[in-house]
């Protein structure tokens, strides 16, 4: 059994800077069909259980009786995806134009355009999960028999705040958050194995964009190592505040608010050690401090190096449009080793993880990423 993961920065923010009405409804239906065609195409249908994204973006124009009035957020805004089909798609928006009072970004979006002057815009992250995904609650530990009762598409996803403080319209103060989403499997059901000796796996996928700051890697030493930092203590709200803190609860026997506890008649505490894989955005390179900070937490890059590159460039983002990428940003992890991921696994096992570099993907200056995570060798 393996679990597919694909990973995709769409460049919302790109999106909404287009200028001109026709050109952002061409740049909306050519991500739309590049996204279709990942999922679906004839000879290499990626099918992922899981699609994290992020730069997703919601605008709403008011409606021409009310041009004056500033659109209700909670009325019907129109999502730069469109969920492909068999998928169900959950955003999550972290900064828009209604309820923060930074108006900085919304003026740039807006300078020399044909946006109305109150247009609502939103912006944020979303997972696009395959309908039938067994989803479940984050602290959940049903048994398998409940397992194959769920049938919900519940929206159980949560999202743990990664950033630090006020909100200036500005790339360096804009707020990150880390979504995390909990699913339930049984890896021997293909096997054969008898249902008193098996018993559930716990996946939890962590959806993330970290902060990148203005001049950037652009021969600045002082900004980059504030980047650094900012982004280690982002990682270390991931690692120590959802990682650590449910893998503790875990050790100590599922304990509820520090007290001992049966478990429920629906529930087992006799599991696999849960399997964490961190996607995303993390905007950082290989070279850096915090991939060395996740590798020596026993987390494994699931991409090989050689499959990073192609003719078509190197790595997961280019410098705009249509252009080659040059480095790797974006990232798909799994781990631990050797607690969650079986010590002899290779990297033979994550042959067939890419970077799609293929022409049909030019939309975003963001290269998208798939991960085939086995699921046969739990401890």
């Not at 991500?31 to 679906?40: F, G, Y």
């Not at 899981?50 to 009310?66: A, F, G, H, M, N």
């Not at 399997?275 to 699931?302: A, C, H, M, P, V």
Request: proline share 6%; aromatic share 12%; no cysteine.
């Amino acid at each position: 059994m393996e679990f597919k993961v694909l990973d995709w920065n769409v460049g919302g923010a790109k999106f909404l800077e287009e200028k001109k009405r026709n050109k952002r409804e061409e740049y909306r239906n050519k991500l739309n069909a590049a996204l279709r065609t990942l999922i679906s195409r004839p000879r290499q249908a990626l099918e992922p259980d899981v699609i994290t994204l992020q730069e997703i973006v919601r605008y709403k124009e008011p409606d021409s009786k009310k041009a004056n009035a500033v659109p209700d957020p909670n009325s019907v805004a129109i999502d730069l995806i469109d969920p492909p089909k068999g998928y169900n798609y959950f955003p999550s928006i972290l900064i828009d134009s209604y309820l923060l009072s930074p108006k900085a970004k919304w003026n740039k979006i807006l300078k020399d355009s044909d946006w109305h002057k109150n247009t609502y815009f939103a912006q944020g992250n979303a997972m696009l999960i395959k309908k039938g995904t067994p989803m479940f609650p984050i602290w959940d530990l049903s048994n398998l028999i409940q397992l194959k009762k769920n049938k919900s598409e519940a929206r159980f996803i949560e999202k743990v705040h990664l950033e630090s403080g006020l909100y200036f319209g500005d790339r360096n103060t804009e707020p990150r958050a880390a979504l995390v989403m909990h699913l339930i499997y049984d890896p021997e059901v293909e096997n054969g194995v008898s249902i008193k000796d098996r018993k559930p796996l716990d996946i939890f996928v962590i959806n993330m964009h970290l902060t990148t700051l203005m001049m950037e890697r652009e021969g600045i030493p002082e900004i980059d190592s504030l980047a650094r930092d900012i982004r280690i203590g982002q990682l270390e709200i991931i690692f120590n505040g959802i990682i650590s803190r449910y893998n503790v609860w875990r050790q100590q026997g599922f304990p509820e608010r520090g007290e001992r506890r049966k478990e429920s008649t629906w529930e087992t505490f006799d599991r696999y050690s849960p399997l964490w894989i961190l996607s995303g955005d993390f905007n950082f390179t290989e070279e850096s401090e915090e991939y060395q900070y996740i590798k020596r937490r026993n987390f494994i890059d699931t991409v090989r190096a050689e499959r990073k590159k192609s003719r078509f460039g190197n790595g997961t983002k280019a410098k705009g449009f249509g252009v080659d990428p040059t480095l790797t940003l974006d990232y798909i992890f799994a781990g631990p080793k050797f607690i969650s991921l079986h010590p002899l696994i290779a990297d033979m096992e994550f042959y067939d993880n890419r970077i799609i570099h293929d022409h049909d993907v030019r939309v975003s200056d963001h290269y998208p990423t798939v991960s085939y995570i086995p699921l046969t060798s739990p401890l």
